[in-house]
């Protein structure tokens, strides 16, 4: 209690002083005004990855939790913690099936029909009306309104979801151009260019240090992401084969089917498989805690990524090896020279308040705060600035020290950036036009072509924006995934289904399992409650068309 008098008694302070200041534009007077006279506690879990603190924070007593209690007046306290994702969610669940859950958490779509169809959530309906800022309902409304949809149930809002940008839809290949460079590497385009290259890259010392340290490609221990992309994910391997595991998708005769249990994805294993013996796919991947480490330490030169990967992790990579030079590849292409893809699902993750809280509404002003900080838009006053200096000096993305983990931006916001960091830098457009956001971009491109790798933070945004953002408006073929997770039976049998998924696929890929054995897995996975899920799916999809 001495903490938060001793922090408040610090407010009324810098309050006062802000008040005698004259405040540059209205978001930012907004902000301050809407700050609560007395301190309200907000109980979250929190999920680090990737983080450091200044010296002198210790867990909640942080510069970001400063920094929010300084700006709306809201003491964040951590309920628990969790290393990451994998942890965070099942500890959610566990507080949920207890029904001790934190004020404010993030939940999967899963997880939010389960506390809806319970009365465990509050309703969101007028104090998203009320309080919302206009630049996160401009983001809402370039949905079509189906952002806001996804959360809604019998007419009542129960969430506030992200914003799933288009471009996080594909994972692209990333190369090490100087080591393509140095072992006289043709550009990749199939994936037997991209076996070639990674068997080079395993035996024949790229990085020149005489050691054989080099491995093959990092691989997610869940093979592909079931929503948007992420790193190390195999999506596109598998989608060059047409196959689409752990997705629903329509075939070609319009049937909804699940890709786990198609022929193509068969297919695909017997070429997973012989990459893990041949080493192609690093060896360890299911052993390694953080498949991120032998990246930023470059003893591996090739991986899929999303578009955003010079943020995480290659951001690493350079910063140990200031000659890394990465570029990135719309493949590995089909039999038909197509980079296919499925299209990224407008949300997949929601921000929640639990019934009776007593201020619902601090949900919707730390989502008004957090995403003016990331489109820097309002906040750019001496506070907001600090912050982010804190951040850039850490190393880490300043994202990674918010209070939960959900991101608004345009569906079409990489592009967009894209095209006009492409036209500042022609002369195309005056400079002194961009907003604070893309005018901070451009900074970031301007100091990366004066001072090349100087500034990490620089060349992160940089790279991605540009490399990402140009390979972002390849030609590709998109493939539409089909949510059916509101299914009874979905909820029934799927955790069971997953888990023979997986158990049958790693032990095929690694050797452990006959590739014939896929067959067993198929008649397995509809014996086990998948002829009722495929049932309620279809049912599901028909009702939507």
Known sequence: MKTIKRIWLLLACSLFITSCTNTPNNEASNVIEDIYTDPIILRVPYSYSDIELPEGDIGEENFMSRYILEKTGIIIQYSWDAGGEEQYNAKIDLSIRSNDLPDMFIVNRKQLYYLVQNDM????????EKHSSELVKSIYDATDGKALEEATMDQKLYALPNVGIEADAPTYLWV????????NLPEPRTLADIEKISYAFIHEDPDENGKDDTLGIPVEKSLVYQDKTGVFGLNSFFSAYHSFPQNWIVNSEGILVYGSIQEETKQALIRLAEWYDKGIIDRDFMIRKDASIPVTENHMGIMFAPWWAPIWPLNGSVSQDTKAEWNVFAVPLSEQGEFITKISPITDRYLVIRKNYSNPEVAVKLLNLTTKLERHVGVDDESSEAI???????GIQLRNYFPFDLLLDDPDGVTKRYDTLVQAMNGDIDVSTLNSELAKLYDYV???????????????????YLL?????????????SYNIEHTEAYEEYWDTLITLEMDYFLKIITGELPID??????????SSGGVHVLKEATQAYESQK
Do not use: C, H
């Not at 982010?388 to 850490?394: C, K």
């Not at 301007?446 to 991605?464: C, F, G, I, R």
């Not at 990402?468 to 539409?480: A, H, L, T």
């Not at 054995?517 to 996975?525: G, M, N």
């Open 121 to 128: 959530i509050a309703d969101l309906t007028e104090v998203y």
């Open 176 to 183: 090490r151009q100087d080591w393509l460079d140095k072992l």
């Open 388 to 394: 982010r200096v804190t951040a850039q000096q850490l």
């Open 446 to 464: 301007v100091k990366e072509t004066e001072q090349p790798k100087k500034d990490m933070e620089a060349w992160s945004n940089t790279q991605a």
């Open 468 to 480: 990402g953002g140009k390979i972002s408006k390849e030609p590709m073929v998109m493939v539409e």
């Open 517 to 526: 054995a896929f067959d067993q897995f198929v008649e397995e996975w509809l």
